[in-house]
């Protein structure tokens, strides 16, 4: 619980509409772990989807969630339709396919909603519905989703460990807005939400999924023995936090206001996340695999890469500060930054890891 009793939960939702700032503008990176995707989700539903005994009820239902405003979330679902449609037509030797599809869009309520519908694609093969609501919850009635996706997400966490606000907690994280895993009490109070919010996650998916049916998480996470702040996105995290000092020591904003904001976000290691799903009994894990982002932060420009942490920083920043904060004079101190470390950057900080993960729902319990 935070000020006044108030659980921790933080909105995360991306830049809306399509304006300049926008989320749909700027996530190529994201939309690299869609991308590298697209050839192991083929490989998935043409090797291993049981898709005959699916279409007895002549309707496939896929969910993507943490879907945002799209673009991405279209991709994703598309290349998962296009893998249906070729298994269908070499299973049927038809090229009609005679199953009818449903897509369910998930995000948190504070998503765009309005530009996610009006940038539906014209001419998609589907029948689109937009779910709101935690993935943390159950979004689905039992045992109905054939397929469910969903891409760079699983880092959001359910709420902040409340230790990390706690002035009089070991796991107090002042100086700091993320788990930069330099501090172990901070480090094991994220580490054990993700655990709860993982196990959490996976026994509402459990629940929504009908057995033989997929789930596939595109996740973020750190190869094993990297510390966060040694990463790239780390570093990205670590130079917005030096802003927002920087902002409190020219008395713009409260240095306490400062402390009190952290990201709800955690990354896990890859061995701990394989841990948490092998775990589970309801799910198999089929292949967990390293994806090849084309799209990765080191390839980019810094304006590139400026806009796109704004795209998804804006919104969770100004939930915690309101309007006592100038968005524009932090951004633009963060650019400045940003660049100076650029040259650094590749030499010296590691890259993340983005894995796919492909679990079937069993069968038997
Ligand atoms: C970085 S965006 C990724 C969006 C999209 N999947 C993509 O690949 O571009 C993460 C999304 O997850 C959503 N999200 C975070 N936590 C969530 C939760 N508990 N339930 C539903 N959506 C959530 C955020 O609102 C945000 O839209």
């Not at 969630?65 to 279209?74: A, D, H």
Request: aromatic content about 10%.
């Amino acid at each position: 619980m935070g000020e006044n009793g108030k659980p921790l939960i933080q909105s995360f939702a991306m830049n809306g509409g399509d304006g300049p700032n926008s989320y749909t503008k700027n996530s190529a990176y994201q939309r690299g772990v869609v991308d590298a995707a697209k050839e192991m989700i083929d490989g998935a539903i043409l090797e291993k989807l049981d898709l005959k005994s699916f279409c007895l009820g002549n309707i496939f239902r896929i969910a993507d969630l943490g879907c945002s405003i799209g673009p991405n979330t279209f991709i994703a679902v598309q290349n998962i339709i296009d893998a249906i449609e070729q298994k269908y037509k070499a299973e049927n030797q038809t090229h009609n396919l005679n199953l009818e599809l449903q897509v369910f869009f998930n995000d948190t309520v504070e998503n765009d909603f309005n530009t996610l519908f009006k940038s539906l694609p014209p001419s998609r093969q589907y029948f689109a519905a937009g779910v709101p609501g935690s993935f943390y919850d159950h979004l689905f009635p039992k045992s109905s989703i054939h397929l469910a996706h969903l891409s760079f997400a699983l880092h959001w966490l359910s709420e902040l460990p409340k230790e990390v606000v706690d002035t009089k907690s070991p796991a107090w994280n002042k100086g700091s807005i993320q788990c930069t895993g330099y501090v172990k009490e901070v480090a094991d109070a994220y580490a054990s939400q993700f655990k709860n919010d993982m196990r959490t996650f996976l026994d509402a998916r459990a629940d929504e999924i009908v057995p033989g049916g997929f789930l596939i998480i595109l996740a973020a996470a750190l190869p094993d023995g990297v510390l966060m702040s040694q990463t790239v996105m780390g570093m990205h995290h670590d130079l917005l936090a030096s802003c927002l000092y920087d902002m409190a020591k020219l008395g713009l904003i409260e240095e306490d206001k400062v402390d009190s904001f952290n990201l709800s976000s955690y990354f896990p290691h890859v061995s701990e996340l394989k841990e948490l799903i092998d775990e589970n009994e309801y799910f198999k894990n089929e292949k967990m695999e390293i994806l090849n982002n084309p799209w990765s932060f080191e390839l980019q420009t810094v304006e590139t890469v400026f806009s796109q942490i704004r795209a998804v920083m804006e919104g969770i920043i100004n939930d915690h500060f309101g309007n006592m904060i100038n968005m524009d004079n932090l951004f633009e101190n963060f650019c400045h930054k940003l660049a100076e470390h650029r040259l650094t950057c590749d030499q010296k900080f590691c890259k993340n890891t983005e894995l796919f993960i492909l679990l079937e729902r069993k069968k038997f319990n």
